[in-house]
DNA sequence: CACACTTTTTTCGCGGCTCGAAAAAAAGCC
DNA sequence: GGCTTTTTTTCGAGCCGCGAAAAAAGTGTG
C-alpha cells in the first residue's frame, strides 16, 4: 500500500483477469467473465477485443452446440502463436528443458542426465546455458518469441527468484542463474524452488480441491514443501522458504544431511528411512543417494511383516506428524498432498503420520485435514514450471498491453525486470 | 484477483493512501504525500481538499519554522473531531476499555477486576456490554460517532475476526462477541487475538525496526505470538492463528495446559518454569494462576545461583529457542520483541534461546535475528487496539467517502460489514 | 518596503477508463 | 419468415489522474 494506483494500473488488473479467465481453460464467454470479474459487459468487451487485436486470444466456436435459444456464447482462447515460454528442471543428476506454446502445449523436450555433484561450478551453469541455447535455437518455435524462462531448482533459492542459494544437488552456493541467463539471451528469467512448482501444478490440476489453502510435501531424499495460502504461494522473507524439512522434530536428535541434529528430514527422508530400516545408527552420516528400487525393497520387506523396516516408515510418519502438527498450530490445518518416491508408501507412512498429528495441536479440528498422493513428481514439476512462467508472462507483459503491437518489441529494456 | 477494478476503487485506494500518511504523523505535506505515493500534485491536492471538506483531515501550521524559502509547507492531520473508536481488552481477571479520538488521543478509560474463569458465559458477556455501554454513554465523546469497536482476548478468534474460539482465561467457547456486540450497538466489531495488537502496536511504536517482518512474542503464564510477514499481520487460515506456544518441542513430552504433550510452551510458560524451578514433576497438572512477584522471586533465585530455577529459565529458553528455530526454518529469520512478564528474565532466558537457535536451520543466518524486551504489555495491548480500531476506520469508512457528508450517515446498513 | 526568487498548492483542459442503456447480432422457436 | 432470447457491441456520460500553467505564500535583497 505504498504506491499510488494510477489510472493504467486499472487497466492492467482488469486485463490480467480477461487473460486468467481465459488461462482457466473452459472457453469463457464475455458474458461469463463479466458475472465474475463483476465489470460491465462493455468493459469486458473492450478489453477482449484489445487483446484479440493484440493477439493474445482468439475466439473459438463453443464446442458444445448450445443447446440454449438466443445469440450463441463465443469463447475465449489464449493464442497458442502469442508467445513461447521455456522451462528448465534442475534436480539431483538430471537437467531437463520444455518449450511452451502460449496456449501451455508441449513443443519439445529435452533431458538429460549429468553427475551434478561432481560437476564442477562453470560447467553446471555451462549445461544449463546449452540445453537452453538448444531449446531457443529449436525450429519448433516457428518465429513465436520466447518471453519467460523458469528454471526449477531443488533447494533454497532466494526471495527475488534470481539465484540459487543452496542446494543438495550440488557443493555450489550462490548461483545467480537469472543473472546468468538474462545476460546471454536477454530473455526474462526466475529461478524456482521446486517444491513451489509442484504446489503451483496441483492448483491448475484440482482447482477445486487445491485452491486458497494447501500444502504440497515432497517426499524423497530429502523433504520439500510447497505452501499455499490465502490464495498465494507462501515464500520466505529473504528465500524460497519453507524448509519444512528442517523443522526440529527431535532436539539434539538424528543427524541431518544438512548437518544439524533432529531436522524432520532426519527421519522421513529416504536416507533416514534407509539408516533406521538397516539396522544403522542415526548418528551415522546420511548416504548420499538411495536407488528408486532400494527403497521400493525396504517398503515392501514393511508390508511384509513387522520388522526395523516397518518401524523406519512409522518413524518417519511421526516426525511427519509432529511437524505437520507443529505447522497447522501456525497455519490452521489444510489439505496435504504427499508427491514423490515415498509417497508411494504412504501406506506405510499415513498411520503414525495421522496418530502424529492428533497429539498435536493441528489435530485439534483435524476435519480439513485430506491426504492425497500424487505419485508422479516429475510431471508435476513439468506442469508446475509452465504455468508458473505463463502467468509471468499473463501478467506482467501482456496485461500491461502496448507491447506486442505486431512489431519485436524492446527485448532488453521492458522485458527485463 | 477474482473481482473486478471499478473507478472508484481508484480513488478508494488512492484516498486511503492519503489518511494513512496523516495517520503516520510528521505532519506530512501534499507535496510530500506527492512523492510518497507517486501520484501527481494535482491528484494529491484534490483528495486532499475533499478529505478537508469532509472534516477528517485538518491542516496544520508546520510547527519547524521552515528557514526554508518559498511558499511553506502545510501538514495534514487527522481532525480528532472526526470519529472515536473504543478498545476493549479482556485478559484473565481483567476487563478494561478506552475511548478514543480519531487522532488517537485517549478520551477516557476505564478497568475492571473480574474472575474470568468462574464467570458464567453470560456474565461474562455481560460485562463486556456493560463496559462498552458505559463508555458510549460517557460525556468525553461530545457529540462524536463512534465508527469502530475492537475487543482483544487472549486466546484464539476467528479468521474473520468476529468470535473467540477458546480462550484460557474462561472455560466459555466459541463466543461471537462481534455479532453480540453489534447487535446491541449498531456500531462495527472486530474480535482480536491480543498478540496480534501487540504486533500491530510495534509497528506504530517503532516502524524503522518493526516494519515489514518481525515477531512479537508473549512471554507470560502461556506463550503468544503476533507475526508480521511481508508487511502484513499473519493470520491463520480459519483462526488467529499463529499458536507458536503449541508447537512441539519435544514429542510426547511435558503436559501442556492445552491438555497435550511437549507444547512449547509447557516448557517456557509461566507454569512451566515454575513447574520445573520448584522440582515438580513435568507431568504434573498445570498451575492455574502464578502472582507476578513469585515469578520475580524465581528469576532473583536463578540470578543468583546455579539451581533449579537457572535450569527452568535455560528450559525454557531452549524450548523458546528450538521453536523459533523451527519457525525460521519456514519464514526466514525476522527481528524479535519479547513481551509480557517473563520478558524481564530475558537475561536468563536469552543464551539458551541462542545456542538453541544457532543449532537448528534458523541459526544459519542468524544476522537478522535481534532480540528486544518490550516490558509494558498493557500498554501495547492498548495501543494496538487503538490503531487496528482507527485504521479501520481509515480505511473502510473514511477512504470510501460519500457517508460522512455531515449528515448521522446510515449506521445499521453501511459501517457494519 | 518593493521586488525578485523559490517552493507549495490550486486550477484547468485533456485523455483514458468504466458504466448503463440502447442497438446490433446471432442464434432457436413456431 | 417473423418472433423471442441471449450475447455482444456501440455510444454518450461521468470520474479520475495528469501535465502545464497559474496562483499563493513565504524568504532574500537592495
Redesign the pocket.
Known amino acids: 500500500m505504498t504506491v ?5 494500473d ?2 492492467r ?3 490480467a483477469m480477461v487473460i486468467a479467465a481465459a488461462r482457466r481453460g473452459g472457453q469463457a ?4 467473465i ?1 458475472a465474475i470479474t ?12 484489445d487483446l ?1 487485436a493484440e493477439r493474445i486470444l482468439t475466439e473459438t466456436r463453443q464446442e458444445a ?12 482462447a489464449l493464442d497458442p502463436q502469442a508467445a513461447c515460454a521455456v522451462t528448465l528442471m534442475l534436480s539431483l543428476n538430471s537437467l531437463s528443458a520444455t518449450s511452451l506454446d502460449y496456449a501451455g502445449n508441449l513443443l519439445e523436450e529435452e533431458h538429460r542426465r549429468l553427475d551434478t555433484r561432481a560437476l564442477p561450478r562453470d560447467e553446471l551453469i555451462g549445461e544449463c546455458m546449452d540445453i537452453l541455447r538448444r531449446r531457443l535455437e529449436h525450429p519448433a518455435h516457428a518465429g513465436r518469441q520466447v518471453l519467460r524462462i523458469v528454471l526449477a531448482v531443488q533447494g533454497i533459492t532466494d526471495a527475488e527468484a534470481r539465484s540459487m542459494l543452496w542446494s543438495p544437488i550440488t557443493p555450489h552456493t550462490d548461483i545467480p542463474f537469472a543473472d546468468l541467463l538474462e545476460a546471454s539471451f536477454s530473455i526474462a528469467v526466475t529461478v524456482e524452488n521446486d517444491c513451489n512448482m509442484m504446489a503451483e501444478a496441483l492448483r491448475w490440476r484440482d482447482p477445486e480441491r487445491y485452491r486458497d489453502d494447501f500444502i504440497a510435501i515432497l517426499l524423497s531424499h530429502g523433504i520439500g514443501m510447497g505452501l499455499v495460502l490465502k490464495g498465494s504461494m507462501f515464500t520466505g522473507t529473504h528465500s524460497s522458504g519453507v524448509e519444512f524439512g528442517h523443522m526440529v522434530h527431535r532436539p539434539d536428535g538424528a543427524l541431518c544431511r544438512c548437518g544439524r541434529r533432529g531436522c524432520i528430514e532426519a527421519y522421513a527422508g529416504s536416507y533416514a528411512i534407509w539408516r533406521n530400516a538397516t539396522g544403522h545408527d542415526e548418528n551415522e552420516e546420511p548416504r548420499g543417494d538411495i536407488e528408486e528400487t532400494e527403497m521400493q525393497a525396504l517398503a515392501q520387506a514393511a508390508r511384509d511383516h513387522d520388522g526395523p523396516e516397518r518401524r523406519a516408515f512409522r518413524i518417519a510418519g511421526e516426525a511427519l506428524g509432529f511437524g505437520l502438527g507443529s505447522l497447522f498450530a501456525l497455519i490452521d490445518p489444510a489439505p496435504v498432498a504427499m508427491v514423490g518416491l515415498n509417497a508411494a508408501a504412504f501406506d506405510l507412512i499415513g498411520p503414525a503420520l495421522r496418530e502424529a498429528i492428533a497429539r498435536t495441536a493441528g489435530g485439534h479440528h483435524s476435519g480439513s485435514i485430506t491426504f492425497d498422493t500424487q505419485p508422479d513428481q516429475v510431471a508435476l514439476l513439468r506442469e508446475g514450471c509452465a504455468m508458473r512462467a505463463l502467468t509471468f508472462i499473463d501478467h506482467r507483459i501482456f496485461a500491461a ?1 502496448r507491447a506486442a503491437q505486431g512489431e519485436p518489441a524492446p527485448l532488453h529494456s521492458s522485458l527485463i525486470a
Open positions: 499510488g494506483m494510477r489510472h493504467d486499472l487497466r488488473r482488469n486485463r464467454s464475455r458474458t461469463e463479466a463483476g465489470l460491465s459487459h462493455s468493459t469486458i468487451s473492450a478489453i477482449s477485443s484479440i452446440p448450445a443447446l440454449k435459444r438466443g445469440r450463441p456464447q463465443v469463447g475465449l498491453g
